[in-house]
């Protein structure tokens, strides 16, 4: 496998927030434990709610706020996966797998809602935003129970088990 290779990009009103040292850990386990073969470039980017909700709304036609997206590249190359609306890269610009982009808003809403510190849902849409980009989803019952124990497998590798959750 090609050495790893992961950027993060933090909206200034979210830079004392977010560990991108902690998120670079997620992905990077994520793709060691998950990734057959491709490209192992992948941008992570820490934004707001309005980002995300314009990002939902164009490439996947809805008009609400989501908590991650992932947009494969062009050279996406794992698990048989094509993306109907890849980000090409540039000239000279590595292979990259892709892009994985995170509202920190509703990220900390989530972690409120089942009791967690929002550092812990930042990783775990970090990796569950890779596992997408690795061709990963959560169609049916058994894609999503396979997915989310590869997701909770990366996280716990990193942050260790999972607190309880508080029931809502």
Known sequence: MN???????????????????????????????ELVSGPTHVTIGITDDATLQDLNR???????????????????ASRGVVDPDPFPAGPGAPSTLGDVIISYPQAARQAAAV????????????????????GFDHVSIEDERDMFARQDAALEDVLGAAPARKRV
């Open 3 to 33: 050495p790893i290779q992961i950027d993060v990009l933090i909206d200034d009103e979210f830079t004392g927030e977010v560990s991108a040292a902690e998120l670079v850990r997620v992905a990077t386990r994520t793709l060691e434990k």
């Open 58 to 76: 164009t490439h996947r036609g809805e008009d609400k706020v989501t908590d991650v997206l992932s947009f494969g590249s062009s050279d996406q």
């Open 115 to 134: 009791g967690h510190p929002v550092r812990r849902e930042l990783a775990l849409l970090t990796a569950h935003g890779v596992l997408h980009l690795i």
